[in-house]
């Protein structure tokens, strides 16, 4: 079999994989649940890529979050629950069902905003309309925080669930009051620790990042890109720092904190500098 730009390649491999008796036997052992992960994992992939501006590391991850839709895609049809094909109608019919000033015959002048809202009407409707299908299944109230995904990321859901807030007027209006939040929190962890409390640090952890996603939203900043570009520099200079003693025969562990910081502060500084220099000035 040869590679090939056409999907239906993509599908006759997947679909070959998982023939009994000839395909592969990792392949045919897996199911949703143990597949989920890795749908979760191409998904960052893809957004690091992006983070690096890596464009042929960016073909390729999306290449494998790809291969996550066929795998579920295949599973679902040995199942004859549904095909790839039911996918890619249910996600086309969904985008132009979303996007009336766009494929329909209306006003194209719409503002953002009342694009945005358009597109939550409709969501909401299409919510309504699976509920409707699941007429045995004892219907939750309804929330407006309801249609936040459980399975995203933690960063990304709580971005989410502010957002949603705030469509109500629950939220902030200064980007200092979240700080002073922030502050708030942070004294409460101090108090946890000193009370030796392991379950209140635990809670008093998880409302200072979520007053930090909140300070993140506020600044117009994805607290996800954000944390992979501080990733990043984490790994960049701790590198320095490495490369550093090595060059001086001796290793991590036989260097102090003390040391270990001042080539931190060393890398940091030469980052700067690098920075001030003109990018045409740069070798």
């Known amino acids: ?9 993509l599908l006759e491999i997947m679909a070959q994989l998982r023939t009994p008796g000839s395909g592969c036997p990792w392949d045919l052992e897996q199911n949703f649940a143990t597949i989920a992960p890795y749908a979760i994992e191409e998904a960052h992939e893809v957004a690091e890529a992006i983070a690096r501006g890596d ?58 905003a009342h694009v945005k809202g358009a597109w939550e009407r409709i969501k909401a409707e299409e919510k309504a309309e699976r509920a409707a299908r699941r007429p045995g299944q004892e219907q939750a109230a309804a929330s407006l925080l309801s249609g936040v995904k459980a399975g995203q990321p933690a960063l990304v859901r709580a971005m989410e669930l502010q957002r949603k ?3 109500v007027g629950f939220d902030w209006h200064d980007p200092r ?9 942070c004294d409460e962890i101090e108090q946890a620790l000193d009370d030796h409390d392991a379950d209140e640090l635990a809670d008093e952890t998880g409302d200072l990042l979520f007053a930090l996603v909140n300070l993140a939203r506020h600044v117009d900043t994805d607290p ?4 992979r570009r501080t990733n990043a520099k984490f790994e960049r200079r701790f590198a320095y720092i490495e490369r550093a003693l090595a060059a001086q025969g001796r290793t991590l562990d036989q260097a102090t904190l ?26």
């Open 165 to 167: 807030a705030s469509t």
């Open 177 to 185: 009051a979240v700080l002073q939040k922030i502050r708030e929190e």
């Open 258 to 283: 003390d040391e270990m910081d001042a080539l931190w502060n060393e890398a940091k500084g030469s980052e700067v500098k690098e920075q001030e220099i003109p990018a045409s000035s740069r070798p």
């Open 55 to 112: 464009l042929d590391d960016l073909r390729d991850e999306l290449g494998d979050l790809l291969l996550q839709v066929v795998f579920h895609a295949r599973m679902a049809e040995e199942q004859n629950a549904f095909a790839f094909g039911d996918v890619v109608e249910a996600i086309t019919r969904k985008m132009i069902r979303r996007h009336p000033h766009v494929f329909a015959d209306k006003d194209g002048n719409l503002t953002p």
């Open 1 to 9: 079999m040869t590679p090939s730009r056409d999907i239906s390649r």
């Open 224 to 227: 996800e890109m954000a944390l």
